[in-house]
């Protein structure tokens, strides 16, 4: 399983999300990368990132099933290969 | 909140649940991905193939509290960036103000300039802001090409404004060309030029749209330089921008990097000077026209109701393309094109690879009068001269009228 899953994220601070009925677009201010989350259960991943102790509980809160979670974390390996999303350091993390 | 999952409005297509994000997209967004909004018709030149037939400023462009009370409403659309053309907006006197205004609100600026306003000075202000990017339009390599059609003097006000960008730190501007018969040979000396510059290319298609109706038929690429230009565009398309303008190349083979797909109502549409809102950024005709952002109640409530973009929206009818079967790759290709040069919107883009634009072309059409012409209505000193030298002179002058003697215009040699 992708280590990933057991560290703290967040979204990064410079994306903005916005809604559409396919899930939402992801705009990263800094970089100006566009990315779209395809699925309605990626953008809630991704919205709860930062108050989950680590991926893996953002996935189940999101009601992200444990057989998709390798295929839920390379999706998220692709989100921070942008920045879109980043790992989450300092005393909470 | 569940009421939305079951009521649609009368006539609006049921969205998939699942497909592709291309045909996510064929449905429509809740706001444009890809917004242009050209911001005066005035202009300091007179490009012969200008899209939006600019030159004058219209009495009605809105005002600088007009335009503020848009930026708001693109910040609560979460439009994330718009795309500034003209007319030259530098032009404008508030456009400083209104590039400072929409970023200090989250919405980036990507504007299109000739660089006539891109001093030194400016260029400096332009590295030191956030969230701008600049876009020169060059349209030929060396000045004698992109003179041609865009004027005089064109060609150094584009190269300074690129050199004063680079003297300033300005990272990654951009180096915009129109595709033309005339400079398809070019493309290694664009790709050489925007290095020089430490600039990006972006290369976009000719449309037969505005002022570009009349030159169209003597500046589009010839079927050959198409070719040419594809496989230029896959060997080198990783380095260079297009907009996603060249998908009717798809046809060819294999798709080039972006959407492949006629966005126009569904994730692109312009704003123009004036509050209307148009389809997309070549197609400013009436046929297209949305709304005014003004009259219709802002510019959310035309994208989101229009009838136009509601239509737009539906799946669309290939018409005899759907038999091709490059059909899935090309979709038929761009609509303004389609319609600029007379052709059915169901039917084969005029410039298809695959040969049926030609024969489109070759049949009966009727090239729709312009809705709108902000030209200049006198020629000025910009102006570019579209005239090829001759090449064969007369042999000797042509007889006066009023030449009397009786051997006017007689020539032995042709006895």
Request: net charge negative; charged share 20%; proline share 7%.
């Amino acid at each position: 399983m992708d280590a990933l899953l057991g560290e703290p994220w967040m979204i990064s601070p410079s994306v903005a999300l916005r809604p559409e009925p396919f899930g939402a677009l992801a705009y990263h201010f800094g970089n100006r990368k566009l990315t779209f989350l395809k699925r309605p259960e990626l953008v809630a991943v991704v919205q709860g990132l930062a108050s989950a102790p680590d991926v893996r509980t953002a996935l189940e809160h999101a009601g992200v099933p444990a057989s998709q979670h390798a295929a839920y974390a390379a999706a998220l390996r692709g989100l921070a290969a942008t920045d879109m999303i980043r790992p989450r350091k300092g005393p909470d993390a | 909140m569940s009421t939305n999952l079951i009521e649609h409005p009368i006539g609006r297509p049921v969205r998939p649940q699942t497909g592709t994000l291309v045909q996510q997209f064929e449905y429509g967004l809740d706001a444009p991905i890809c917004l242009t909004w050209e911001l005066t018709y005035a202009c300091n030149l007179e490009c012969a193939h200008c899209l939006s037939s600019s030159g004058r400023r219209d009495p009605r462009e809105l005002s600088t509290e007009q335009c503020k009370a848009v930026i708001d409403e693109l910040q609560r659309m979460q439009v994330f960036y718009v795309n500034i053309g003209g007319g030259e907006p530098t032009i404008r006197p508030d456009f400083w103000e209104l590039l400072e205004y929409a970023v200090d609100h989250q919405v980036g600026v990507k504007f299109s300039t000739n660089g006539v306003r891109i001093t030194p000075e400016r260029a400096r202000f332009l590295a030191a802001t956030d969230y701008v990017d600049v876009q020169i339009s060059l349209d030929g390599a060396t000045a004698e090409v992109n003179d041609y059609v865009r004027g005089p003097g064109s060609y150094d006000t584009a190269l300074r404004a690129l050199q004063n960008l680079k003297d300033a730190g300005f990272k990654e501007a951009k180096i915009s060309v129109v595709c033309t018969r005339q400079n398809i040979s070019q493309l290694d000396e664009f790709k050489a030029l925007a290095d020089r510059y430490g600039a990006t290319l972006r290369l976009t298609r000719l449309r037969p749209s505005g002022r570009g109706a009349d030159v169209w038929d003597e500046l589009h690429p010839l079927p050959e330089q198409q070719r040419e230009l594809y496989d230029w565009l896959m060997a080198h398309g990783e380095d260079v921008l297009t907009g996603d303008s060249f998908f009717h190349l798809a046809a060819f083979g294999e798709s080039l990097p972006g959407l492949n797909l006629c966005g126009a109502g569904r994730v692109v549409c312009l704003i123009d000077p004036i509050g209307d809102v148009y389809a997309c950024p070549f197609a400013i005709h009436d046929n297209f026209l949305a709304g005014n952002l003004l009259a219709d109640g802002g510019f959310g409530r035309v994208w989101q109701t229009s009838p136009l973009f509601q239509d737009l929206r539906s799946p669309q009818t290939g018409g005899a393309c759907t038999k091709c079967q490059f059909f899935d790759a090309c979709r038929g290709g761009c609509m303004a094109a389609k319609f600029f040069t007379g052709l059915p919107l169901d039917g084969p883009d005029p410039e298809c690879v695959q040969g049926y634009g030609e024969q489109a072309l070759a049949g009966d059409r009727v090239i729709p009068a312009a809705s709108q012409d902000h030209s200049k209505k006198t020629p000025t000193r910009n102006q570019p001269v579209m005239l090829q030298l001759l090449t064969r002179r007369p042999e000797r002058p042509p007889v006066s009228a009023c030449a009397e003697s009786p051997l006017a215009g007689f020539d032995p040699t042709t006895l």
